[in-house]
């Protein structure tokens, strides 16, 4: 059971690159959300999706897009990379949109240049 | 909008202490609360999930308890060992989850 899986691990990007951020669940969880965590700000989420096809905002999605078309997948694409994203990134998932505990993934180290 | 502060920021104990990690939330209308470790430059490990109908989980030597009309909970640890050493995030649900910046632990052998 592999839980919650985020590729790569650790990325370099060039202000203005774009890129997407991989993050694939296998335990048929609906409800799916991506965070950034940074020093002194702890854990802010960007978006979310209560399942297949339904995607919403959370506190910072500015920059950021995601889309849900399969239960398993919810990349998060960086448009135009700017300094300002670098952190690093957390996809989780969980039983339901209410009573389910959450289950991250190992995390994605990203630097923009 | 729902916040989640953690008390303390920081705490260094010698080992085999007892050790209670606090955390607080202003909106009581919570699903449930979760409290997750984090090792330094890694991700984030559930360790106790209360519902919001639940007052207390247990397992191992961690105790969680949720007032959640206080909105309250705490995190306590029996005979603490080096190897707790880590950053202890507490997370609410409601509409979605929001976290706490965070206990930092330091177990001294």
């Known amino acids: 059971n592999a839980g919650v899986t985020q590729t790569p691990k650790f990325q370099v990007l060039k202000t203005g690159q774009s890129m997407t951020l991989q993050c694939a669940q296998d335990?048929?969880?609906?409800?799916m959300s991506w965070y950034r965590q940074d020093p002194g700000m702890g854990l802010r989420l960007i978006h979310y999706?209560?399942?297949?096809?339904?995607?919403d905002q959370g506190e910072v999605p500015n920059g950021y897009n995601v889309s849900r078309s399969t239960t398993e997948d919810f990349p998060l694409r960086l448009l135009s990379a700017a300094p300002s994203q670098t952190s690093v990134y957390f996809c989780a998932s969980s039983y339901g949109d209410s009573g389910g505990g959450y289950t991250f993934g190992s995390g994605t180290r990203l630097t923009v240049v | 909008k729902q916040e989640v502060t953690q008390i303390p920021a920081a705490l260094s104990v010698p080992e085999g202490e007892n050790l209670v990690l606090n955390c607080s939330f202003t909106d009581s209308a919570i699903y449930n609360l979760q409290w997750f470790r984090q090792d330094p430059g890694k991700g984030l490990t559930s360790l106790l999930l209360?519902?919001?109908?639940?007052r207390e989980q247990t397992s191992g030597r961690l105790n969680a308890s949720l007032d959640k009309s206080s909105g309250r909970s705490t995190l306590y640890i029996a005979a603490s060992q080096p190897g707790d050493s880590a950053t202890y995030l507490c997370?609410?649900?409601?509409?979605?989850?929001?976290f706490g910046a965070g206990t930092r632990l330091t177990v001294k052998p």
């Open positions: 209360i519902q919001s109908s639940q």
């Open positions: 335990m048929n969880h609906e409800y």
């Open positions: 999706s209560v399942g297949a096809g339904i995607t």
């Open positions: 997370a609410v649900r409601d509409n979605d989850m929001r």
